[in-house]
């Protein structure tokens, strides 16, 4: 299973996108209130992606790898906290939940595409 998440549209582009949802924005002490911002933020534009892409719920009963595919100004382990928003929001969609029952490994990739593409599969050894 894979959908595309396009990159927020801010007024700096990437620059302010990396500023906002890096992991070295939490590092610096980034407030509750906007975490939590950050995360309603995120559940709603994958579940917004997920029904646009006609991605049914399926939810999985056995552990996954998930992929995740970037195209920013980002360091690929900064993608972190990126990524734990978008897992949360496929629990009960595609994934039972983000214990390490059911997922079992997840990655972060460079690519040259113009979004986020993540990518959802049986998990392998």
């Keep these: ?20 949802f890096g992991l070295n924005a939490i590092y ?8 939590q911002e950050d995360s309603q933020y ?12 006609r991605v049914s719920q399926r939810v999985s009963v056995k552990p996954v790898t998930i992929s995740f595919y970037w195209n ?3 360091d690929c382990s900064n993608h972190a906290y990126i990524a734990k928003m978008i897992e949360d ?25 113009d979004c986020i593409t993540v990518e959802i599969k049986p998990y392998e050894r």
């Design 42 to 53: 995120w559940h709603t534009t994958v579940k917004a992606c997920l029904m646009q892409q």
């Design 28 to 35: 610096a002490g980034k407030h509750w209130a906007l975490r």
């Design 1 to 20: 299973m894979t959908f595309t998440i396009p990159y927020p549209k801010t007024k700096s582009g990437m620059k302010q996108f990396s500023k906002r």
């Design 72 to 74: 920013d100004r980002l």
């Design 89 to 113: 929001s496929l629990k009960g969609w595609l994934i039972q939940d983000d214990s390490r029952r059911y997922v079992k490994k997840i990655t972060n990739e460079f690519y040259d595409g």
